[in-house]
């Protein structure tokens, strides 16, 4: 198929602000929407097309911090948090991002909402409420109800996933944290006012949506237990010989996928990316099956996938990556590209917070096919912080609080995220104190990272090897090169060549001609040498501007080299 005529989605790559931390435009230590206004001419002028906006929706975040999800869990799907800002505002997000020729996409949280939330008020209030049934109501096991109805456990926890409340004597579900009470999906009403939800949005001008936890919204009809699996762990989340079957990928929220589906396409050109922790094989379940023209499917259009963010640095994983999202996700599916978010510790900290290896990471994640995800800062090599648990405010950190600080600390080196505050620090805009994020003197909701001074957009916009320049020439690379943005992948096999060497060609069809680009990645701390395959290449971008990488009939990568040639 001709990419020319492929959806701007296909093509696009996204930028995540976590609102919280991006901008603060008041003083208050706290990032806000008029803040981020104010950063738009800089995220378009890094190259990025989409941006993805964590939760600003109205949510209790006024409660202690152990209280609250910080905007995962809503109190009003159609309200704005007013610590970061009002309808009008987000209005003028939505202009300034159109207007600027790039694309919005938001954050919904379908599967539960916050205990705050009306509906939850008025369902907890009495057994006959008309909102009772919104929520997931159980008696406990008998004689006298005090012990939950199953033996469900959390998604990401231990220990159970039913809260008893008093007042009516019954257990509610829920699949994250106890303040985060399950949606029943299995009421109509309820799926008609999410789907409405989402209209409103879209009627609002978002261009798509990203779907938290969207693997939990059905839970099994029966209540039954979840069965013995013989597994410690497993990509399904399987976890301690718990299967995660009842209360994950459940088949009816396939189905429900589809409705979700037509509803977005009720206004074309929209998409929409599901957070959902599974097996491949699961994964590719929620893509829906290939419909009309062979292009376009009645699934997710894309799945956020993490597999990426704990792959080491070595060619020959990247490759297997590769291949598996080949034989997983083949055209009109494609998979995603993500090194971080807010629940994850970054990239840069994982590979010896170096930042010749991000830009590798980075050249690698802007060619390689697929949707590209860049997390607020990762452009700029933002460090994960080092955050005490005693000072963390992260409300997961807060349920794993029992955990001593050295094993948290053994743990983190493993890249699993116990207190996700660490990747959630103020964004570095410049050398100041407070990095630019709030005025000197502000008291910041997170501490600024200490890196900040060298570490900012401002040190590193004048520094034409920097990683924020180095993502730049890549993501303009990607846009103006149609084989990069939407192009076919195939490996190339170069004889003798080294074994950190990943090598892949791009190609792409335009204006019924080829068009192609072609990838060399070098995963070593060494300079690599190897045949040029191609004839009369030119160096389209490399991840060095000092690059000399053609040698007559040989192609030369310096240590962590990135490079993409053409014919
Ligand atoms: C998702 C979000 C995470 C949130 C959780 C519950 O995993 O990414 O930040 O805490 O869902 O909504």
Redesign the pocket.
């Known amino acids: 198929m001709d990419s020319e005529s492929l959806p701007w989605w296909k093509k696009t790559v996204v930028y995540q602000i976590y609102p919280r931390s991006y901008m603060d435009s008041t003083g208050n230590g706290i990032g806000d929407l008029k803040g981020i206004i104010s950063k738009l001419d800089y995220i378009k002028d890094l190259g990025v097309e989409t941006i993805w906006f964590?939760p600003f929706f109205k949510s209790p975040t006024d409660k202690p911090y152990k209280e609250h999800?910080?905007g995962?869990?809503i109190s009003d799907y159609r309200d704005i948090n007013p610590e970061y800002g009002t309808m009008d505002d987000v209005d003028e997000l939505i202009k300034g991002i159109h207007s600027r020729g790039m694309k919005i996409v938001l954050d919904m949280?379908m599967?539960?909402t916050s205990i705050e939330h009306p509906w939850f008020q008025k369902s907890r209030s009495s057994k006959d409420n008309p909102r009772r049934d919104w929520y997931i109501w159980r008696d406990g096991k008998k004689p006298n109800g005090k012990k939950p109805p199953n033996n469900w456990r959390p998604?990401?926890f231990l220990g159970g996933a039913w809260k008893y409340d008093e007042s009516t004597e019954q257990w509610y579900y829920h699949c994250?944290?106890p303040f985060?009470p399950d949606l029943n999906y299995r009421n109509p009403e309820v799926q008609k006012e999410m789907l409405d939800t989402v209209r409103f949005w879209l009627k609002k001008g978002a261009d798509g949506f990203r779907l938290?936890?969207f693997n939990a919204l059905f839970e099994d009809a029966e209540f039954r237990d979840a069965p013995f699996t013989f597994t410690i762990a497993n990509g399904d989340m399987d976890l301690l010989f718990k299967s995660s079957k009842m209360t994950l990928n459940h088949p009816d929220t396939l189905e429900f996928c589809k409705k979700l589906r037509k509803t977005l396409d009720e206004y074309p050109g929209k998409f929409m990316v599901g957070?959902v922790g599974a097996s491949l094989a699961t994964l590719k379940k929620y893509l829906g099956e290939v419909v009309e023209d062979g292009t376009n499917t009645n699934g997710l259009n894309v799945i956020f996938d993490l597999r990426s963010t704990s792959t080491p640095m070595k060619a020959k994983k990247f490759k297997k990556l590769i291949e598996s999202y080949e034989r997983w996700f083949p055209e009109p599916f494609f998979p995603t590209w993500v090194f971080g978010?807010?629940?994850q510790v970054r990239r840069i900290s994982k590979i010896d917070n170096d930042i010749e290896q991000a830009k590798l990471n980075a050249a690698l994640q802007l060619t390689a096919r697929g949707m590209p995800y860049i997390y607020y800062g990762e452009e700029i090599g933002m460090r994960n912080a080092k955050i005490h648990k005693s000072e963390s405010k992260d409300?997961?950190s807060h349920h794993f609080k029992i955990i001593p600080q050295f094993i948290r600390n053994f743990i983190t080196r493993f890249g699993v995220s116990l207190n996700?505050d660490e990747c959630r620090t103020p964004m570095q805009w410049n050398s100041a104190e407070n990095a630019g994020f709030s005025p000197p003197g502000a008291e910041t909701w997170l501490s600024v990272n200490n890196t900040s001074e060298e570490n900012n957009v401002e040190v590193e916009e004048k520094d034409p090897e920097s990683l924020l320049n180095c993502y730049k020439r890549f993501l303009k690379v990607r846009k103006e090169t149609t084989a990069l943005n939407s192009g076919s992948i195939n490996f190339i096999e170069i004889k003798k060549s080294p074994k950190s060497l990943l090598a892949y060609e791009r190609k792409a069809i335009v204006n019924n001609k080829e068009d192609k680009a072609f990838v060399f990645l070098n995963f070593s701390r060494k300079n690599i040498r190897f045949h040029n395959p191609l004839k009369n290449p030119k160096v389209l971008v490399s991840t060095s501007i000092k690059t000399e990488p053609l040698d007559n009939a040989q192609i030369v990568l310096m240590p962590w080299e990135g490079i993409v040639l053409i014919e």
Do not use: G, K
Request: proline share 0%; net charge negative; charged share 25%.
């Open positions: 964590s999800d910080c995962y869990d949280v599967n539960h998604m990401i994250f944290l985060q938290d936890i957070e978010n807010h629940d409300a997961v996700r």
